[in-house]
């Protein structure tokens, strides 16, 4: 009698290096728009004849466009096809990072940026693309596993290269040349993207559900717009919550009609799948930390301990370190998903990550007198936010009928990027109770604040934690 043994490495499918050799440019061109700005913020500021204060506009009105269109674009990508909708994310996107680069007012600067959010549709897609293209191999679930860890990997390293890039550039280029170079980038992608990667034919059939488009994007805008207006007029304005209140009342409607349409474009009956609402719900929580917690951990980092009695009195130049040891954490813990799934599954290598932020963010409560052990704290979260990155899409896709990977790899960058909004709207007003979120210049916020912050972003990634138990062991087995 002979026994089958699994295969120590995943047959080959044709094209499907150079596929995601190509995706994985796209990525770079990706991390560079997320890591070019930040350190030249205060540049654009004054290019723009605006306060550096009016430059969270910039995050409100991208954060918004992207979790608008998000949803949207990814079940069209299930309609029409991936790869031709990834060409038609990255056109808009080419064509609003050309407007940043010229734009001669704030305004016109704040559309293009905010139209520029189209890229966060990229990485789903791409691993829609990646999984569509192993069908059939046997080796489905891992080999999107480490593509996506690939692609993130590459998303990472345009982070750091965009960042050294602007910082060194910006003393030598004028703004308006400073600003083209991330467009010259991603219209570099366009054409990368026409002419090596092929038309992906659409998985899914029917129409667009324009009823559940309009029902989706009236209740993001009302929950989006209530969490801006926290941050611009303060929670003791009656406004948010009247957005926050209309935003809820608009979700029963929603949730009926989407659940009664044959070809939802938010399919509620498969998200409430207990393979699919864990890892939606890990995302939502996962954006609490690694989108809503990077301006508290700025803030913190620059606050002067001779001060304030707390802090590490960074500079603007060190604080760039402390993100790039995190980004760098974030590289690793990607890379090393494909590894954590062989060994641990790939619902347990999730759970392993949700774990290490935990403890990175935990750390934080008693130890963060020293850089040395803000570092520390900043490598194990990075390294469980890694993970996770690259992991949720991947997961949800595995989970998923073939017509609807674009739908939930997407939904996970739409939870996520709202996640990230409530939290940076709760963070503002931990961070404002009495003092103030502009720097310790203008007013050290409390480390009371601080302590809240860490406190909920560890919290929420033990919640995540606890809802991947849920999962079935082998839904995303191959």
């Known amino acids: 009698m002979t026994t089958a043994t699994r295969p120590s490495t995943p047959p080959v499918v044709p094209g499907l290096v150079a596929a995601v050799g190509f995706l994985v440019c796209v990525e770079l061109a990706s991390g560079v728009l997320q890591g ?36 949207l674009l990814a079940r069209l990508g299930d309609l029409w096809g991936h790869r031709q909708v990834l060409l038609l994310s990255t056109g808009v996107t080419a064509m609003a990072s050309w407007g940043v680069a010229v734009a001669p007012d704030f305004t016109t600067f704040l559309v293009a940026w905010a139209l520029q959010g189209c890229y966060v549709v990229w990485l789903p897609l791409e691993i829609a693309i990646i999984h569509r293209r192993t069908a059939g191999s046997g080796a489905q679930g891992r080999l999107t596993r480490r593509g996506a860890a690939l692609l993130v990997a590459a998303l990472e390293l345009g982070v750091i290269a965009g960042a050294l890039t602007s ?18 980038a991603v219209t570099v992608c366009l054409v990368v993207i026409w002419w090596g990667i092929a038309p992906t034919p659409p998985v899914a059939t029917g129409r667009l559900d324009l009823p559940g488009l309009g029902l989706v994007t009236l209740l993001i805008s ?43 474009l938010i399919d ?102 020293t850089t040395t052990q803000t570092l520390l704290n900043l490598a194990v979260a990075g ?24 739908f939930v790899t997407g939904m996970t960058n739409t939870t996520k990027t709202i ?8 963070f503002a007003i931990a961070l404002a109770a009495t003092g103030s979120l ?4 203008v007013g050290a916020a409390p480390l009371s604040g601080y302590l809240t912050v860490w406190a909920i972003c560890s919290g929420t990634a033990l919640v995540a934690a606890l809802s991947l138990l849920v999962v079935p062991r082998d839904a995303f087995a191959d």
């Open 268 to 369: 509620v009956r498969l998200l409430a799948t207990p393979a699919q609402w864990p890892v939606q719900l890990t995302a939502f929580l996962f954006g609490v930390s690694v989108l809503g917690a990077q301006i508290p951990l700025s803030t913190f980092a620059r606050t002067d301990p001779a001060v304030t009695g707390y802090g590490l009195g960074a500079s603007a130049g060190f604080v760039s370190t402390l993100i790039g040891v995190y980004v760098v954490s974030l590289l690793l813990g990607a890379l090393a998903l494909p590894l954590a799934a062989r060994l641990l599954s790939t619902r347990g290598a999730m759970l392993a990550a949700c774990l290490l932020v935990a403890l990175g963010y935990g750390l934080f409560l008693p130890l963060h007198d």
């Open 438 to 441: 502009e720097g310790a210049e």
């Open 419 to 426: 996640g990230g909004a409530i939290a940076s709207a709760l």
């Open 36 to 71: 070019y700005y930040t350190p030249v913020f205060s540049d654009i500021a004054r290019h723009l004849g605006i306060r550096d204060a009016d430059v969270n506009w910039f995050e409100a009105a991208q954060l918004v466009v992207s979790a608008l269109v998000v949803p």
């Open 167 to 184: 910082g060194a550039l910006v003393g030598t280029l004028g703004m308006t040349g400073l600003l083209a170079l991330p467009a010259v």
């Open 383 to 406: 390294l469980g936010s890694g993970v996770l990155v690259a992991a949720l899409p991947a997961a949800a896709a595995a989970a998923a009928p073939p017509d609807r990977t674009g």
């Open 222 to 264: 009302l929950v989006m717009a209530g969490l801006v207006l926290v941050r611009v007029v303060g929670p003791g304005s009656v406004l948010p919550w009247l957005a926050l209140l209309l935003g809820a009342l608009v979700a029963w409607p929603f949730a009926r009609v989407e659940s009664r349409t044959p070809e939802p």
